[in-house]
C-alpha cells in the first residue's frame, strides 16, 4: 500500500503564482523526501526534510513538516512554465525501501 | 555523462515472451533499486541491490529475476511476459539504503500486446 498520499491530485496555476500541494503519511519516519518527474522522464530529487526539522528551503522551494499531524507541504513560489512536472513525496518505511505517494501533476499556464 | 542509464527506453513484444532491462550507474553508488510505475503514476518498489546482494525483494512475482554482476549495474529479466507488466520501469541508485536520495534513470516503457 501506499505510505504517501498527496493533495490535490492536480494542479492548474498562472506563470508567475505560488503552487502548494500536500502530503500525508501513515507511519513514523526518518525522513521524508520530495521528487519531481517531468512527463516521460525520470524522477528528480528535489529535497530531502528529516523529521527532527520543520521547514527547509531549497531556491523556490520551501518544505515544511509536521510529524504530529504526519504530514508535509511543498511550496512552489513564483512558478515557471518549466515547473510543469508532477510532484511526489516519499518515505521510508524500511531500510532500502522508499513509499512513494500517488503524486500531485502541477500545470503552469503561460 | 548520464547518472543512471537504462536500455532499452521503449519495449513492445507479446505475451509469454521473455524480455530484458538493463541499468548501469556511473555514481559509485552502492544501492540500486527497480520500481515499477503504473499508468495511474502509482510507483512501487520491486528489487533493492546493496552490494549485489538482494535486500529487498517486495512480493514481485518470480517471473521477474533481478541480476547484479557488479555494483554498477542491476539487469531485470522478465519471463512469459503478462499484459498486466505494461508499465514504466525504473532503474535508481543511491549511496546507502537509509536518509539518501535516490536517482532515477529515464525509464523502460514496457507494452505487452
Known amino acids: 500500500s501506499q505510505q504517501g498520499e498527496e493533495d490535490p491530485q492536480a494542479l492548474s496555476i498562472q506563470e508567475g503564482e505560488n503552487a502548494t500541494m500536500n502530503c500525508s503519511y501513515k507511519?513514523?519516519?526518518?525522513?521524508l523526501q520530495w521528487y519531481r518527474q517531468n512527463s516521460g522522464r525520470g524522477l528528480v530529487h528535489l529535497i530531502l526534510i528529516r523529521s527532527n526539522e520543520r521547514e527547509k528551503h531549497s531556491g523556490r522551494l520551501r518544505v515544511t513538516l509536521d510529524t504530529s499531524k504526519k504530514s508535509s507541504s511543498l511550496l512552489i513560489t513564483a512558478s515557471r512554465a518549466a515547473d510543469t512536472a508532477s510532484y511526489f513525496c516519499?518515505?521510508?518505511?524500511?531500510?532500502?525501501?522508499?513509499?512513494f505517494g500517488a503524486g500531485t501533476t502541477v500545470t503552469v499556464r503561460a | 555523462d548520464t547518472a543512471v542509464s537504462q536500455t532499452p527506453k521503449y519495449l513492445v513484444t507479446q505475451m509469454g515472451n521473455d524480455k530484458s532491462i538493463k541499468c548501469e550507474q556511473n555514481l559509485g553508488h552502492d544501492t540500486m533499486y527497480w520500481y515499477k510505475q503504473d499508468s495511474k503514476k502509482f510507483l512501487k518498489i520491486m528489487f533493492s541491490?546493496?552490494?549485489?546482494?538482494?535486500?529487498i525483494n517486495e512480493t514481485v512475482p518470480n517471473r521477474f529475476s533481478p541480476k547484479s554482476p557488479d555494483k554498477a549495474h542491476l539487469n531485470l529479466h522478465i519471463n512469459s511476459l503478462e499484459l498486466g507488466d505494461s508499465a514504466v520501469y525504473f532503474c535508481?541508485?543511491?549511496?546507502?539504503?537509509?536518509?539518501?536520495?535516490?536517482?532515477f534513470g529515464p525509464g523502460t516503457r514496457l507494452t505487452v500486446t
Open positions: 507511519t513514523s519516519i526518518n525522513n
Open positions: 516519499a518515505t521510508e518505511p524500511n531500510d532500502y525501501k522508499l513509499s
Open positions: 541491490y546493496n552490494n549485489k546482494e538482494l535486500i
Open positions: 535508481a541508485s543511491s549511496q546507502g539504503g537509509r536518509v539518501h536520495e535516490q536517482y
